[in-house]
């Protein structure tokens, strides 16, 4: 049962122009939200996060937004840059303690030149 | 800066052989996670801890145990390896932070592990 979902294995996108990852989520129990981004043989590292009480975050050129009535979020990047290639994770907890993180499938983007 | 590490970068072992993975990590953090990461599935937990000898099951803790003797080091035992337990196995920390709080989990490279 995915609770978190990446519907799209991957994305290409030029460069210079908006990159737009989605998830979806199922459990209304989530209340923060979380983007990770991967490069080959390397850790996920930190991006950007939400917490539920907002509907909008932004960070540079990232912006994450989520729609709770859809379950529903998105991370923006724009403009895309060829250093923006890899594979994005999407990742929710809720408030059941050791802030447990529960991740989707990943998104692999590439940015073409 | 936070820094994570794993034993290994690469693991090859046989079937029913038993299997250490560790993770140190240099922050002082609390809280330490085993995730694995497949194809088409993610990372998925299989065990966390949030204090020295304490651990808690993840979503597939099967085939796998744990041992944190001492907070800075989280290892993953995989008693007898089976070729499903092929993966690349990831190790992160976090601070335990305030209740309701989501602190950032840091990771360490992983560990691709093959069971032939």
């Known amino acids: 049962d995915q609770q978190v979902k990446q519907n799209s294995p991957s994305l290409s996108v030029q460069e210079g122009r908006i990159s737009i990852l989605n998830c979806d989520y199922t459990n209304s129990m989530f209340d923060y939200f979380l983007w990770y981004k991967k490069y080959p043989a390397e850790g996920p590292t930190f991006l950007i996060s939400i917490s539920s009480i907002k509907d909008k975050n932004e960070d540079g050129r990232f912006t994450v937004f989520l729609n709770k009535s859809a379950k529903h979020l998105s991370l923006h990047i724009v403009p895309s840059q060829p250093g923006d290639s890899a594979v994005y994770f999407c990742?929710?907890?809720?408030?059941?303690?050791?802030?447990?993180?529960?991740f989707g499938q990943g998104t692999r983007l590439t940015i073409n030149p | 800066d936070v820094k994570v590490t794993q034993s290994s970068r690469y693991l090859v072992k046989r079937t029913g052989e038993k299997v250490f993975l560790e993770c140190v990590q240099d922050m002082d953090h609390e809280n330490m996670f085993w995730y694995r990461q497949d194809p088409g599935l993610g990372l998925r937990l299989i065990y966390f801890s949030y204090d020295v000898k304490m651990k808690e099951k993840g979503d597939i803790p099967e085939g796998y145990s744990v041992s944190r003797e001492k907070k800075e080091r989280f290892s993953l035992i995989l008693e007898s390896a089976s070729t499903n337990q092929t993966s690349m196995y990831l190790c992160?920390?976090?601070?335990?932070?305030?209740?309701?709080?989501?602190?950032?989990?840091?990771f360490g490279p992983g560990t691709r592990l093959l069971v032939l």
């Open positions: 992160a920390s976090s601070l335990l932070g305030r209740t309701g709080s989501q602190e950032t989990q840091y």
């Open positions: 990742a929710a907890s809720g408030r059941w303690g050791a802030q447990k993180l529960v």
